[in-house]
T-cell receptor, first 115, second 113 residues
Framework: DAGVIQSPRHEVTEMGQEVTLRCKPI?????LFWYRQTMMRGLELLIY????????DSGMPEDRFSAKMPNASFSTLKIQPSEPRDSAVYFC?????????????FGDGTRLSIL | AQSVSQHNHHVILSEAASLELGCNYS??????LFWYVQYPGQHLQLLLK????DPLVKGIKGFEAEFIKSKFSFNLRKPSVQWSDTAEYFC???????????WGAGTKLIIKP
């Protein structure tokens, strides 16, 4: 079975540009998570969707960040405008259902560099 | 607020040494516990998980962890490490009443060949 699929794997862009990260969760999973990982701050949960509905976006750093999940098989995380401090690895994860005994499965991540 | 503590940020061992990575959490209710591993340049992978039952949980690649409820701990162990175990290890706790994983800061493990 295909795991969580993220694209692109790497993104290098200049500050001020719009960046869109994409995620396809595992088929049948209805919970989706976006994380950011940096050396300084470790792994941070940005936003969580359940059944395509954003449940908790309190981790989204500021208004420049937005996330959507138009259907069960696709989600995007957008940064507009991007800044150098947004440079990080962004992971998408999905799990089978909202519940405390379902592990999250992670994608390979998008390594984002903002120059 | 609930939190997860991994006391060692960096651990360096020689091959064949025994490993124990500490994980403590602060929450008095029911929890589900996870260890994830992140190999260099890769995504996080589930090593093992505890939901209920036998508090000694065996995972992949010879790893095991023991849930000690009275100590709020879920330490990860391996009797003999290999160079290929070099990675970062994350402990995570999911509260029975919540959906979120509360993550530890991670422990970077370096195995000297």
């Amino acid at each position: 079975d295909a795991g969580v699929i993220q694209s692109p794997r790497h993104e290098v862009t200049e500050m001020g540009q719009e960046v869109t990260l994409r995620c396809k969760p595992i088929s049948g999973h209805n919970s989706l998570f976006w994380y950011r990982q940096t050396m300084m701050r470790g792994l941070e949960l940005l936003i969580y969707f359940n059944n395509n509905v954003p449940i908790d976006d309190s981790g989204m750093p500021e208004d420049r960040f937005s996330a959507k999940m138009p259907n069960a098989s696709f989600s995007t995380l957008k940064i507009q405008p991007s800044e150098p401090r947004d440079s990080a690895v962004y992971f998408c994860a999905s799990s089978l259902r909202q519940g405390s005994n379902q592990p999250q499965h992670f994608g390979d991540g998008t390594r984002l560099s903002i120059l | 607020a609930q939190s997860v503590s991994q006391h060692n940020h960096h651990v360096i061992l020689s091959e064949a040494a025994s490993l124990e990575l500490g994980c403590n959490y602060s929450y008095g209710g029911t929890v589900n516990l996870f260890w994830y591993v992140q190999y260099p340049g890769q995504h996080l992978q589930l090593l093992l998980k505890y939901f209920s039952g036998d508090p000694l949980v065996k995972g992949i690649k010879g790893f095991e962890a023991e849930f000690i409820k009275s100590k709020f701990s879920f330490n990860l162990r391996k009797p003999s490490v290999q160079w290929s175990d070099t990675a970062e290890y994350f402990c995570a706790v999911m509260l029975d009443s919540n959906y979120q994983l509360i993550w530890g800061a991670g422990t970077k493990l370096i195995i000297k060949p």
